[in-house]
Each structure stands twice: as structure tokens, then as C-alpha cells.
């Protein structure tokens, strides 16, 4: 996992570069699905959770709100400050929060119950998203898209899992079943506690030739990350909306089982799975920009037929959504981190966390709008979200960042 390569550098002088470490990258992906897999099941379980507590869509909205602006609102301060002070020793407690929070999940018996350990969760989240992030840039070998595309690939395995094993455990089985998936966020732990380990001594070693300077005017780099955080910020409500309503939407529109919605969930999100590792290996090859545009834009006419599509024309949409949405995350995060040189927490906490929050305020403002309206009529509303995709027009080309 240690071992270096000789590359050329500007200047004429030998530099030793990391290779890829692909080991490092398996188990901090493994460990996301198992983050992410405990974060899916809470959406998964939602008309479980309406039945037995008699919940609204508006108490629904505020679970998901607990959860996203817990983790929105820790996010961004813990990324800062490992920035400052790196502590890859902390995952294994991110995870343990993680566990906790399931565990209540599984034994809740009041509502409030229910909203503390959907924030637990959100607070293993806030601790996981940056250090891991930064664990998978230092295992890149300069492979960043490929890399954070691997990282994401854990989390979008882990919530495409979510809904399957919700429909065919904790259905069958009943919510105290939830309990049982604190074994694999225990092994989560342990595993972590090894990845630390190497990634403090990675750490030590990059830190001496480290390069933190801008490479564009600082408002032109704020501009950027802001226009980043807009497309992320759309791509997250309307991820949102899927997550928390599309069972309802496809028990609503077409008289479906519990079950069945969660397999057409489970559609959309095993689509996210696969475009967020095709983006960032692409990204790789022509750039995170042109993946920004053709992702955020392409997905465009697909969000618009879907509030009006048939049930199997509504599985195919949502395969291929969520392939196209999913592909831009990675591209962003890269792009992003090369706007911003060594604020790898400082840009997963806002992308991941910030971000997410915001997409947790607007599913409670969704949960409220169905309510008053009708789930069909928030289908209707979000497919037009991607047109913001526009934006993109705004960021720097990115050979002015090799400048």
C-alpha cells in the first residue's frame, strides 16, 4: 500500500508518486456502503414507520430533515477543522454514532425516539463523509475522479441496498429486524480503525510537499464553488424527492405493494450506483466539466416524463435518472477540490454535508407540499429542476486551473 512511482516533474526533477491504492479504496468504499446502507434503510422503512406511528407526510419530511441537517450542519465544521488538523482515527467512532442511531431505529416506541436516532445517524455521517473523502484522494495515485468515484460507489451500493433489504427483512421480519444490521456497522468500525491507521501515515508523508495555493483569483474560485454547491444543492432535492416519496408516488399512481415500491426504488438508486462510478472515470479522460454539463442537462427531458410515464416506462426513467444525475457528484467533488488545493474536508463537508442538508429542508418542504397537494404534484414540480444545469456556463474552463 506503500509503494511509489518515479514521475517527471516541471522543473526536470524526480518526484516519487503514491501509486493507486486499490486495497485502501475497497475498504473505505465497503465501509461507505455500510454508512450509506443504514442511511437508505431509514427512507426505506418510511411506510413502515407512517403505518405502525400513523405518521403524516409532514412528521416524514421532518425525519429526513433530522437526519440531512444534522449531518449539514456538523459537516462542514468537522471538514474545516480536519483540515487543520487531520484525525483519519476518528471514522470508527462515525460509525459507532452510526450504530447507535440504528439500534433506536429498531427499538423506538415515540416519535421523538425515532427523530434522535434518524440525528445519530446524521452525526455518524457528518464524522464519515469528510476523513473518508480524504482517504480516498491520498489512495488515488492521481486517479481522483476514478477514486472518488470508487468512494461514492460504496455509498450508492449501500443505497440502492437499502430498499431490498427493508422489502424482503425488515417487511417480513418487522422493524425490530433493523437491529440486526448494527453487526456489519460494527465490522464498519473495525475496518476503519485499520484504514486510520494507514491513512495517518500516508498523511505524514504528503503533508511535506503539499501545495494549498489558488490557482485562479479568489472570487473567481468563491463564484465557482458557489455555482458547485447550486447544481449539487438541485441534484440533492430532487434526489430528495426520490428517496423519501417515490414509494408513495408509485403506490399512489399505481396501486403497488410496499414491496414493489421499494423494488422501483431500488431501481432508481442501483441507477445512481452505476453513473456515479461511470463519472468520475470518465472525468478521468475528458475532464469533470464536460461530465458536469452532459449530466446535470442530459437528465433533463427523463425528469420530465417521469410524472407522466406508465409503471414500466416509470422503472425504465428511473434507472436512467438516476444514472445521469448520479454520474456529476464525483466531477464536482474533483473539480471542486482542484479549485480549492487541500481542503479535501473542507469541500467533502460542504458537498456532503451542506449540501445534503439543504436537500433534507427541502424534502420536509416537500412532505408538506404533498400534503397540501398531492404526491404527483411534487413529481411534477421537481422535473424541471435540472434546467439550473444551465449554471455550468458560469465555472472556469479547467485548463485555466493547470495555469
Known amino acids: 500500500m506503500g509503494t511509489t512511482r518515479v514521475q517527471p516533474i516541471r522543473g526536470g526533477g524526480p518526484a516519487a508518486v503514491p501509486l493507486t491504492s486499490w486495497g485502501i479504496l475497497t475498504a473505505i468504499s465497503l465501509c461507505h456502503m455500510i454508512n450509506d446502507v443504514m442511511q437508505s434503510m431509514l427512507a426505506a422503512i418510511y411506510p413502515l414507520l407512517q403505518a405502525e406511528f400513523s405518521l403524516s407526510y409532514a412528521q416524514i419530511g421532518v425525519m429526513t430533515f433530522a437526519f440531512q441537517v ?12 480536519t483540515d487543520r488538523h487531520p484525525q483519519p482515527r476518528s471514522l470508527p ?8 442511531g440504528v439500534l433506536l431505529l429498531a427499538s423506538a416506541h415515540r416519535y421523538e425516539m425515532l427523530l434522535l436516532g434518524a440525528m445519530l445517524i446524521g ?59 448494527a453487526v456489519a456497522a460494527a465490522l464498519g468500525a473495525a475496518v476503519l480503525w485499520h484504514v486510520g491507521g494507514w491513512a ?6 504528503a503533508a511535506a510537499t503539499a501545495d494549498r495555493r489558488l490557482r485562479l483569483p479568489r472570487p473567481v474560485v468563491i463564484r465557482a464553488i458557489a455555482v458547485l454547491a447550486v447544481l449539487v444543492f438541485t441534484k440533492n432535492i430532487y434526489t ?8 408513495f408516488f408509485t403506490i399512489d399512481k399505481f396501486g403497488l405493494s410496499t414491496q414493489g415500491a421499494q423494488i422501483m426504488l431500488f431501481l432508481f438508486l442501483a441507477g445512481m450506483a452505476g453513473g456515479v462510478m461511470l463519472g468520475g472515470v470518465i472525468g478521468d479522460r475528458v ?26 416506462g416509470t422503472g425504465a426513467l428511473a434507472v436512467l435518472i438516476g444514472l445521469i444525475l448520479a454520474s456529476a457528484f464525483p466531477a464536482i467533488v474533483v473539480f471542486a477540490q482542484e479549485l480549492v488545493p487541500g481542503r479535501t474536508g473542507m469541500i467533502a463537508g460542504l458537498f456532503f454535508g451542506f449540501s445534503f442538508g439543504m436537500g433534507g429542508i427541502a424534502a420536509a418542504a416537500l412532505g408538506v407540499l404533498a400534503d397540501a397537494q398531492g404526491i404527483q404534484t411534487v413529481f411534477r414540480l421537481c422535473s424541471v429542476l435540472p434546467v439550473l444545469g444551465l449554471l455550468t456556463i458560469l465555472l472556469p474552463r479547467r485548463d485555466h486551473l493547470a495555469a
Not at 143 to 155: D, E, H, K, P, W
Not at 200 to 205: F, I, L, T
Not at 292 to 301: K, N
Open 70 to 81: 444534522t449531518a449539514s450542519l456538523l459537516q462542514p465544521l468537522i471538514g474545516m477543522a
Open 93 to 100: 467512532f462515525g460509525m459507532a454514532s452510526t450504530l447507535v
Open 287 to 312: 475532464g469533470p466539466l464536460t461530465v458536469i454539463w452532459v449530466s446535470i442537462l442530459g437528465v433533463l427531458p427523463f425528469t420530465l416524463m417521469l410524472p407522466y410515464a406508465g409503471l414500466y
Open 240 to 247: 430528495a424527492s426520490m428517496s423519501s416519496y417515490f414509494t
Open 123 to 181: 452525526i455518524g455521517s457528518a464524522v464519515f463523509h469528510p476523513e473518508s473523502s480524504r482517504v480516498a484522494r491520498l489512495a488515488s495515485g492521481g486517479r481522483f475522479g476514478t477514486a472518488q468515484s470508487m468512494f461514492q460507489l460504496g455509498g450508492n451500493g449501500g443505497q440502492a441496498l437499502g430498499p431490498l433489504l427493508a422489502a424482503f427483512v425488515v417487511v417480513p421480519l418487522g422493524r425490530p429486524a433493523v437491529a440486526w444490521f
Open 200 to 205: 495517518e501515515e500516508r498523511r505524514r508523508a
